[in-house]
C-alpha cells in the first residue's frame, strides 16, 4: 500500500514526523484501523533524512495557522489533510466540467497565453518582452474562443489568465483558473445560461463524489436548480432599492440578491441578466429593442459574481461599429475581426473563475486559502 | 440539428460559402445523404452578413496551402475537416490522458506560470513585468509539481509552458501545451516509465475512438508495447555507431534507434535511459553504482524524442550538492528546497508534448501545422 504518513511517532521512533519512510509488516483487515488494516511486525525504514519541524502542527484536526503562514509555507501546509481536500473539491469540479462540456458535444481548446492584443483592458494587463518586442498575457481567452467557434461550433478551454489588478482584495488574484466556455447557433444569452447550469450540476455531481474531501472540509454543496432564477439589471436594482441609474451592483447589493434567490427560488444561484452595455466590452451584444442594456449576464453564487457570461456580436460591421463608439480604431483588431468577416454564427458563453467556485464551497474567507500557489501583487513565491 | 455548413451553394444561391445560415424545413432519414438525413422544402435564412471569399478552397479534399498562409489564416483556415480533425485528435489525446491518470490515482493540480527563479536554463525564459518587478514565465510546472508529490503523492498538469527559444526550427514553440505528470514512492526511472506507458496507451485508447478523425487525417496510431523497450544511453551510441564519448544523441542517432526499435521490438516507441548527468538538470537522479549516468530517459516516437522524464533527487542534502557543483548557490532555490527538508518521498516524473505528439500521430511536417495558434519568435497573431 502507498501512502503518505503524516505521524509515525508511534511506530518509527527514530523519525520525526513528515519523514518518509517505507514500511515492510504484516497487513491484516482490521475495521478498527485508520483506513481498515493494521500493520503488525513492522519494520520501518527511513527513505530520506530527518524531516524538519513542520511550520504547523498538521497532525491537529483543522490548521490554525494566519493566512501569511499559509502562503509562505504552502508546498508543507498543503499537506494537511483538510487543506488538501479542498484542492480536492478544485480537481473533482475540473473533472466535472469536462465530463459535462464533452457530453454537450464540446470540443477542448488550447488557446495562446501571450498575446499581441490585450483583450479585455489596457490598464490590467502584463507586459512581456518577447523577443525584445513587448506582448501582453492573454487576460481570457475570449478572441480565441469566439473564433474556434467557427471552427468546432462548441468549445471550451481550461486554463490559466493574468490579471495586473494593483487591487488587494480577498477575492483578486494575479493569475487565476478560467473555465471557459464558447458556443454557437444560439438564440440569446439565456442559451448560454441554459449550458453554464449544465456545467454547474457536473461540477457539484462530480464535488459530491469526493465525500472524504467533502467531510474534511465542510463544504456545503449547492444544488443546481433546473432552471436557475433571472432577474433583470434594471429590476435588481429595483429589488435591492438602489437608485435606478446605477452603472453596476455593488457587493452588498449582491448579497441581498442572493438572499432574495434563496428565499423567493430556494436557489444558491441567480443570473442578473441585461447589465448596462456602458459597463461591458465592445465585442458583447445588445438587449434587442433597447440598447441601453446588454444580452448578457453575472451569475451570483451565495451572493456573490463567480461567472459572466453572455451573448457576443457576430456581424463584422457590428464589431467596426462598436470599437469605433469606445473610441477605438478596428484595425488595431484586425486580426479578430477577420473571423468574423468569414461568416460567423450568432454566439455566446462564460467564464468561472475555479479559485472564487471553490472558496465559495468551503466557504473560505479569502481566494488564496484555495489556490495552490497564489500570485498577486505581493507574491511570486512559492 | 446544430451544424456548420461549409458549402450552401446548392441551397442557398444567394449567400457566398461559409455565410452561416438557419435552414427551416422537412428532415427525413436517407442513408444517402450526406450526415443520414435529407432537409426538403427548406427555407434557409442567412444569420450575418454575406461571408468573404475564404483563403482556400474549404471544399476541396485537402487543404493544399504553404504554411506562412494556414497560419495567417489559421482562424479560417482550421475550418477545413481535415485540419479541424487534427486538432480533434488532440482533444481525444487530452481526454484519454486524464481519464488514464485519474484512474491511477493522480490528481489534477494548477501550478503558477509566473515565477521568480527559472526552472530549467536562464537562457530560454521569458521577463515579465510584474508591477514594476521582474518575473519569470514558468518553462514547466518542473519545481511546483515536485513540491506537491508531498501533498497528493502523484499529481498531474496539462497547461502552457514557455520557451524563448530564438530558434526557428519545426519542432519548437515558444508555447505549447507540456502533458506534465510526477509521482511518489518509485524504485526508480523504471516506474516513471511504466506509468507514462499506461498515460500513452489511454492518449492512443482515445485517439482510436475518434474514428472520423483518424479517417480524415491519415493518421496512423501507435501500438503502445505491455513494456516499453529500453536501451542504456552508452548501448545507444554504441548502437548507432556513434563515439562513446558522445554527450547527446543527434537527430540522425534518433531516427537510427526508432528504426532499431521498430526492427528488433516491434514497437514505435523507445526509452533511452542514463543520459549523461553533465546534459541534465541538477535536480537528476544519478545511476547509482555510477555517477556519470543519469535515472533518466527520453521517449523516442517513431524516432523522435517525445517524452524526458526519470527519477529527481529526493534528499535535501543532494540538492544542496548538486546546486553547488553546478557553481550555483542554493539559497536562490530556498522557497523550491523547503519541501525537501520537510520530507519528500523517491519520486519522479516526465512531460509529453501535445504538439510534437499529434505532429507525428499525423506525420504533419511542423509542429505549427498542428497547433491552433502557434507562437515562436516570429509570430504574435492570429
Same mark, same amino acid.
Given at each position: 500500500?502507498?501512502?503518505?504518513?503524516?505521524?509515525?511517532?508511534?511506530?518509527?521512533?527514530?523519525?520525526?514526523?513528515?519523514?518518509?519512510?517505507?514500511?515492510?509488516?504484516?497487513?491484516?483487515?482490521?475495521?478498527?484501523?485508520?483506513?481498515?488494516?493494521?500493520?503488525?511486525?513492522?519494520?520501518?525504514?527511513?527513505?530520506?533524512?530527518?524531516?524538519?519541524?513542520?511550520?504547523?502542527?498538521?497532525?491537529?484536526?483543522?490548521?490554525?495557522?494566519?493566512?501569511?503562514?499559509?502562503?509562505?509555507?504552502?508546498?508543507?501546509?498543503?499537506?494537511?489533510?483538510?487543506?488538501?481536500?479542498?484542492?480536492?473539491?478544485?480537481?473533482?469540479?475540473?473533472?466535472?466540467?469536462?465530463?459535462? +462540456?464533452?457530453?454537450?458535444?464540446?470540443?477542448?481548446?488550447?488557446?495562446?497565453?501571450?498575446?499581441?492584443?490585450?483583450?479585455?483592458?489596457?490598464?490590467?494587463?502584463?507586459?512581456?518582452?518577447? $523577443?525584445?518586442?513587448?506582448?501582453?498575457?492573454?487576460?481570457?481567452?475570449? $478572441?480565441?474562443?469566439?473564433?474556434?467557434?467557427?471552427?468546432?461550433?462548441?468549445?471550451?478551454?481550461?486554463?490559466?489568465?493574468?490579471?495586473?489588478?494593483?487591487?488587494?482584495?480577498?477575492?483578486?488574484?494575479?493569475?487565476?483558473?478560467?473555465?471557459?466556455?464558447?458556443?454557437?447557433?444560439?438564440?440569446?444569452?439565456?442559451?448560454?445560461?441554459?449550458?453554464?447550469?449544465?456545467?454547474?450540476?457536473?461540477?457539484?455531481?462530480?464535488?459530491?463524489?469526493?465525500?472524504?474531501?467533502?467531510?474534511?472540509?465542510?463544504?456545503?454543496?449547492?444544488?443546481?436548480?433546473?432552471?436557475?432564477?433571472?432577474?433583470?439589471?434594471?429590476?435588481?436594482?429595483?429589488?435591492?432599492?438602489?437608485?435606478?441609474?446605477?452603472?453596476?451592483?455593488?457587493?452588498?447589493?449582491?448579497?441581498?440578491?442572493?438572499?432574495?434567490? +434563496?428565499?423567493?427560488?430556494?436557489?444558491?444561484?441567480?443570473?442578473?441578466?441585461?447589465?448596462?452595455?456602458?459597463?461591458?466590452? $465592445?465585442?458583447?451584444?445588445?438587449?434587442?429593442?433597447?440598447?441601453?442594456?446588454?444580452?448578457?449576464?453575472?451569475?451570483?453564487?451565495?451572493?456573490?459574481?463567480?461567472?459572466?457570461?453572455?451573448?457576443?456580436?457576430?456581424?463584422?460591421?457590428?464589431?467596426?461599429?462598436?470599437?469605433?463608439?469606445?473610441?477605438?480604431?478596428?484595425?488595431?483588431?484586425?486580426?479578430?475581426?477577420?473571423?468574423?468577416?468569414?461568416?460567423?454564427?450568432?454566439?455566446?458563453?462564460?467564464?468561472?473563475?475555479?479559485?472564487?467556485?471553490?472558496?465559495?464551497?468551503?466557504?473560505?474567507?479569502?481566494?488564496?486559502?484555495?489556490?495552490?500557489?497564489?500570485?498577486?501583487?505581493?507574491?511570486?513565491?512559492?
Amino acid at each position: 500500500m502507498r501512502t503518505l504518513c503524516h505521524d509515525l511517532s508511534s511506530t518509527a521512533p527514530g523519525s520525526p514526523v513528515e519523514t518518509t519512510v517505507r514500511v515492510t509488516g504484516t497487513a491484516t483487515a482490521n475495521a478498527q484501523a485508520p483506513g481498515g488494516i493494521e500493520v503488525t511486525q513492522a519494520y520501518v525504514e527511513p527513505l530520506t533524512d530527518d524531516a524538519a519541524t513542520p511550520p504547523a502542527e498538521l497532525w491537529r484536526p483543522s490548521l490554525d495557522v494566519s493566512l501569511p503562514t499559509l502562503l509562505d509555507h504552502a508546498p508543507v501546509l498543503w499537506r494537511h489533510p483538510a487543506q488538501k481536500a479542498r484542492w480536492e473539491l478544485a480537481a473533482a469540479s475540473l473533472r466535472g466540467f469536462r465530463a459535462t +462540456l464533452d457530453a454537450l458535444g464540446f470540443t477542448e481548446v488550447a488557446t495562446p497565453k501571450i498575446v499581441a492584443t490585450a483583450t479585455e483592458s489596457g490598464s490590467s494587463v502584463f507586459t512581456v518582452d518577447w $523577443f525584445g518586442r513587448p506582448a501582453h498575457l492573454a487576460q481570457s481567452p475570449q $478572441f480565441a474562443k469566439q473564433q474556434l467557434v467557427g471552427v468546432f461550433e462548441r468549445v471550451y478551454e481550461v486554463g490559466p489568465v493574468f490579471r495586473a489588478e494593483p487591487h488587494d482584495t480577498v477575492r483578486h488574484l494575479a493569475e487565476y483558473r478560467s473555465l471557459d466556455v464558447e458556443l454557437g447557433f444560439i438564440e440569446d444569452h439565456r442559451d448560454v445560461l441554459r449550458v453554464l447550469r449544465e456545467a454547474l450540476a457536473g461540477m457539484v455531481g462530480a464535488a459530491a463524489e469526493a465525500e472524504q474531501a467533502l467531510a474534511l472540509t465542510g463544504a456545503r454543496l449547492p444544488v443546481v436548480p433546473e432552471e436557475i432564477p433571472v432577474v433583470h439589471f434594471a429590476d435588481a436594482l429595483a429589488l435591492v432599492g438602489a437608485p435606478a441609474d446605477e452603472p453596476d451592483l455593488a457587493p452588498e447589493h449582491e448579497r441581498a440578491l442572493g438572499a432574495w434567490a +434563496l428565499a423567493e427560488h430556494g436557489s444558491d444561484f441567480v443570473a442578473v441578466e441585461g447589465y448596462p452595455m456602458a459597463k461591458r466590452p $465592445f465585442y458583447t451584444h445588445p438587449q434587442p429593442g433597447d440598447e441601453r442594456w446588454s444580452n448578457s449576464f453575472d451569475l451570483l453564487f451565495r451572493g456573490l459574481e463567480l461567472v459572466t457570461g453572455g451573448q457576443r456580436l457576430h456581424r463584422p460591421g457590428d464589431y467596426e461599429r462598436a470599437i469605433r463608439a469606445r473610441g477605438e480604431d478596428p484595425s488595431a483588431y484586425e486580426s479578430y475581426l477577420r473571423a468574423f468577416r468569414h461568416g460567423m454564427p450568432p454566439h455566446g458563453g462564460f467564464a468561472i473563475g475555479l479559485e472564487r467556485w471553490v472558496a465559495r464551497l468551503v466557504e473560505a474567507a479569502n481566494v488564496r486559502e484555495v489556490t495552490l500557489f497564489p500570485r498577486d501583487l505581493h507574491r511570486l513565491a512559492p
